[in-house]
């Protein structure tokens, strides 16, 4: 797979939220929770680009993820893909990149949404269930 990784800047916000709206809106509309101001709200919050890449595919910027380095664990944010290159072993990738951190990883993920078969394809283990989102961890084999 070509796959690059590329630094992620604050002039980068716009395109980025119109493609977490794009990756999320369907999962969103069936928990009648689909709002692009809370959208653009919460990737504020969480909008810092030194933990942000961007995921680039022949050339063209397909998606984009978080690490968040936190105390002996990485948090995973924001595994965004566009709609066009889901399901083509993108997020796999991402993942496989991730674990070899050797660190354990928590992620949330939205009820509803066909992101939780896939964490749990990947090793994820369901911690948590909240109201609108899933808890996950994945823990390096000892």
């Excluded at 990737?43 to 961007?54: G, T, Y």
Aim: charged share 30%; glycine share 8%.
């Amino acid at each position: 797979m070509n796959l690059a990784l590329e630094p992620v800047v604050d002039a980068d916000f716009e395109a980025m939220l119109a493609l977490r709206i794009d990756a999320l809106r369907e999962s969103l509309e069936r928990l009648g929770r689909f709002n692009p101001e809370v959208a653009r709200a919460r990737l504020k919050a969480q909008f810092h680009p030194e933990w942000m890449r961007h995921l680039v595919r022949d050339g063209e910027r397909v998606g984009y993820f978080t690490v968040e380095p936190r105390e002996g664990e990485l948090r995973l944010h924001h595994l965004y893909l566009t709609p066009a290159v889901q399901g083509q072993g993108i997020g796999a990738w991402v993942i496989g990149h991730v674990k070899q951190r050797g660190l354990p990883i928590s992620l949330a993920a939205l009820r509803e949404s066909r992101a939780n078969d896939f964490y749990r394809r990947h090793g994820f283990r369901v911690v948590q269930v909240q109201d609108f989102d899933i808890e996950y961890r994945w823990e390096p084999e000892a």
